[in-house]
């Protein structure tokens, strides 16, 4: 853990080291247990799809871990600042 990068009504997003593959990562945590069956559903229908793409211009999406209570997402870290800073 590095710092928080953001927080929303997902989730939050972390600043990682990810020493297994020597890189920074985003890591996405979702408290699953407040959400509802379909929306568990939709948000694993996504991630699987997110997991495939494969694009210079779009985040990589790296790894997802799941325990009862939480669904952990490991994505490509951009430095960049938020998307609403770009825009």
Known sequence: YIKRIGSGMEGTVDLVNDLKHN???AMKTV???SLKKHEIELMT???KMAL???CPTI???YEIEESQNARITY???ASGGT????L
């Open 83 to 86: 998307l609403k800073e770009y």
């Open 31 to 33: 408290v699953i247990s």
């Open 75 to 77: 994505m490509e870290y």
């Open 52 to 54: 495939d793409i494969k």
């Open 59 to 61: 985040i990589e999406f």
């Open 45 to 47: 229908q996504k991630e």
């Open 23 to 25: 890189r920074l990562a």
